[in-house]
Structure formats: structure tokens, C-alpha cells
Nanobody, 125 residues
Framework: QVQLVESGGGSVQAGGSLRLSCAAS????????MGWFRQAPGKEREGVAFIYTGGGSTFYADSVKGRFTISQDNAKRTVVLQMNSLKPEDTAMYYC??????????????????WGQGTQVTVST
């Protein structure tokens, strides 16, 4: 059974915007960390942005702070990553992920075991 379904990738020119969405089942959403990792060819996977769905605390990589915003919609069991002022360096496969634990509020220490299928983001000069 699919637990995380993400959408919203695509191709834009530098300076443009994209919005990614990740829909979760009930037992992979409430009171846990959710967000996105990304991985470009030849590079390590890195955390991008996360939100603790139990209280709304957000966490951003320094490279995206001020440009990306993560938010939650509890009714839809969905987290959304709004990406503005995109740069070519943002080009990567983006994977939604959810912590396997309930109540782990510090997302940089998350134990991410549930994953979306990935969506490609390409930013051209």
C-alpha cells in the first residue's frame, strides 16, 4: 500500500517557482516530521525542508532558507513545499519522506522510513 504520494515537479527557468505536494495516509502523517530530501546525480542526498505536523515547527537547509516554505494541511493529510526564486543548483530529484516515529519533533534527527516515489525538479539558466 502506497503511504506517500508526491506531485508537483517540473522544469522552470531560474527565478521561477514550483510547488511540491506530498499526501500521506493517516498513520504516516500525524504528529511526526515530514518533508523533502533531494539528490542530484553524483551528489549526496540532502535534507531540504521539514515540518513537524504535531506543532508546525519548520526546518530548512541553509541553502533554501528564505526561498522555500513548507506548510501543512491537516484536513488533506498533505504537506506542501513552495519553492520560489529557484536556482540551477536546486535541480535534483526530490523525495518526500516521513518519520517512522510519533512525537519526534526535531526533524534534523528524524528517522525517515516512509518515502514518496520522487519527482524531478529542473531549473534552467
Amino acid at each position: 500500500q502506497v503511504q506517500l504520494v508526491e506531485s508537483g515537479g517540473g522544469s522552470v527557468q531560474a527565478g521561477g517557482s514550483l510547488r511540491l505536494s506530498c499526501a500521506a495516509s493517516e498513520n504516516t502523517y500525524s504528529n511526526r516530521c515530514m518533508g523533502w530530501f533531494r539528490q542530484a546525480p553524483g551528489k549526496e542526498r540532502e535534507g531540504v525542508a521539514f515540518i513537524y505536523t504535531g506543532g508546525g515547527s519548520t526546518f530548512y537547509a541553509d541553502s533554501v532558507k528564505g526561498r522555500f516554505t513548507i506548510s501543512q494541511d491537516n484536513a488533506k493529510r498533505t504537506v506542501v513545499l513552495q519553492m520560489n526564486s529557484l536556482k540551477p543548483e536546486d535541480t535534483a530529484m526530490y523525495y518526500c519522506a516521513a518519520d517512522r516515529r510519533v512525537g519526534g519533533g526535531y526533524c534534523w534527527a528524524g528517522d525517515f522510513r516512509y518515502w514518496g516515489q520522487g519527482t524531478q525538479v529542473t531549473v534552467s539558466t
